[in-house]
């Protein structure tokens, strides 16, 4: 009997082990098994926010952007500023930039409550989120690759010497996508991003006002609603087509009316002159490069396997995964070895919230 219990003992150690192992790699059928109504929750919820506002699209996909060029996409973008955590959210590129903080929020009490616990990363429903959104509003889809996990730092630094400015040249442009492992196809991809959704004056007046390579007409148009002076956070499209995911973004950049000084960048006789013309034409080209380039961004510097945590709020660290983790692991030691029953923690804790929370945090336990 002793032995028996040793083996069995052995059997659920290796399992444990295994299932850590398994999740050290990013899969698109990741919450399949363990919450299948994740992703159709966040199409949900991104489909209601884009309804009500339609910039809210883009603002979502921006998130995703700023969170994977700062650490990798860990969700550090979505933790509040404590004593302890500088948050992103005060970068120069993101203070009263950066939005759909709201949206996300939801997401995630939603989803916790429709898995029946803390499953689903912060990082992944950012992910999910962008490219829900970029559906939403009529691009491309693709399947999201998750299994990231959230971070339990922030760096407001990292934020503003990583994220790209809006009046860098193309050199500049390249180096700073290269620095996160992106080409020279990647950056003129994903800035198609900006097919969608609003800036401010202040960030483009320059241009329309002493700007050179810019079409006179759209600088006299522009002028309109961004003043010389006062008046920086007044909102301008960033293209014509702010709330459809189109390629009217390329095309405006032949016409010379790329709205920052790095939209135009892309096209400004250097080397990715021709890309830009070919997406300017060619939607399917831009559908699927974006696609892919959205999963390589969305790649950059992830948590998997033990590193990181699951946040049950996006804006906090988890404090206490530690302790949780291991009084989970001693109930499910001693719940094992007396009743050497098969492992069905799921069902058996499903409706206790502490328990199963504590059921996630497990699977960060280091063996
Ligand atoms: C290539 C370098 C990039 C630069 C310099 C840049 C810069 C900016 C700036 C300055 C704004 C306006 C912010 C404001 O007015 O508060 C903006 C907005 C936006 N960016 Fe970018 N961006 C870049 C790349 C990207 C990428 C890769 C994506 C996504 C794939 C993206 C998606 C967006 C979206 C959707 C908005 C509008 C957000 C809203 O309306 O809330 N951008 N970007
Ligand atoms: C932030 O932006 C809003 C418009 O979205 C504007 O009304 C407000 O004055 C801005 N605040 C600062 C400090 O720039
Ligand atoms: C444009 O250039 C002029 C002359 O150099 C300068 O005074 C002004 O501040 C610049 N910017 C804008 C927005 O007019």
């Not at 992103?88 to 759909?100: D, F, H, I, M, V």
């Not at 390249?174 to 996160?180: A, D, L, P, S």
């Not at 995964?321 to 069902?347: A, M």
């Amino acid at each position: 009997m002793a032995s028996r219990s040793i083996f069995q003992l052995q059997v659920f150690l290796i399992f444990a082990l295994a299932t850590t192992a398994f999740s050290s790699v990013l899969s698109p059928y990741y919450y399949e098994k363990v919450c299948p109504k994740a992703l159709p929750t966040i199409k949900r919820i991104v489909e209601a926010a884009v309804y009500k506002e339609r910039r809210m699209g883009g603002s979502l996909l921006r998130l995703h952007f700023h969170d994977c060029f700062v650490q990798g996409c860990d969700a550090s973008l979505l933790l509040d500023a404590t004593s302890t955590i500088d948050s992103e959210k005060n970068a120069r590129p993101n203070l009263n930039s950066t939005r759909g903080f709201e949206v996300i929020d939801q997401i995630k009490k939603e989803v916790d409550k429709i898995c029946g616990r803390p499953v689903v990363s912060c990082a992944d429903i950012l992910a999910v989120a962008a490219r829900d959104s970029v559906v939403a509003l009529g691009g491309p889809s693709w399947k999201v690759q998750l299994g990231r996990r959230d971070s339990t730092t922030a760096s407001r630094n990292l934020a503003n010497d990583n994220l790209p400015s809006p009046i860098m040249d193309l050199p500049a442009l390249i180096k700073n996508f290269k620095n996160q492992g992106l080409n020279e196809k990647d950056l003129v991809a994903l800035s198609g991003g900006h097919t969608l959704g609003l800036s401010q004056c202040g960030l483009f007046k320059e241009r329309i006002y002493n700007g050179t390579n810019i079409d006179s007409d759209f600088a006299k148009e522009r002028r309109k609603t961004c003043p010389r002076t006062g008046g920086d956070t007044k909102f301008s499209p960033l293209d014509p087509t702010f709330a459809r995911f189109d390629t009217a973004y390329f095309s405006n950049l032949i016409k010379k009316k790329g709205l920052l000084e790095s939209d135009q960048a892309l096209f400004s006789g250097g080397s990715t002159d021709e890309l830009v013309k070919t997406y300017s034409y060619n939607p399917k080209a831009f559908s699927a490069d974006f696609a892919n380039s959205m999963i390589k961004m969305g790649n950059i510097n992830v948590l998997t396997g033990k590193r990181g945590q699951i946040r049950s709020n996006c804006r906090k660290v988890e404090s206490l995964e530690w302790l949780l983790s291991f009084l989970y692991f001693c109930v499910q030691l001693i719940y094992f070895i007396c009743k050497c029953k098969k492992f069905e923690s799921v069902k058996l804790f499903g409706n206790n919230v502490l328990l199963s929370k504590m059921l996630i945090l497990f699977q960060n336990l280091e063996f």
